[in-house]
């Protein structure tokens, strides 16, 4: 998913590891710009590296033109 945006998943914001549904809409609510384009994020996720290297999970917001179009191509 990330290298459809092409972003270097170390530089997003670190995750809680035990996010819970309550820590991603709080984020949600919050005023985060979408890693693509910079407008208001109304998409939160969390990704995580399935090969451990980034060391632990990162928040990746996006907008929602952004987050069907990574949907959609992942």
């Known amino acids: 998913m990330l290298h459809l945006l ?3 998943p170390t530089l997003l914001p670190v995750a809680p590891d035990d996010a819970s549904g309550e ?3 709080r ?3 919050e005023a985060h710009s979408c890693l693509s384009c ?3 994020a109304t998409t939160v996720l969390i990704v ?3 090969q451990g290297a ?3 999970k990162r ?3 996006l907008c929602y033109a ?4 990574v949907r959609a191509g992942a």
């Open 6 to 8: 092409k972003a270097e």
């Open 23 to 25: 820590d991603i809409e």
């Open 27 to 29: 984020r949600r609510q």
């Open 38 to 40: 910079g407008q208001r």
């Open 48 to 50: 995580a590296d399935p």
């Open 54 to 56: 980034w060391q632990g």
């Open 59 to 61: 928040w990746l917001d």
């Open 66 to 69: 952004h987050f069907n179009a």
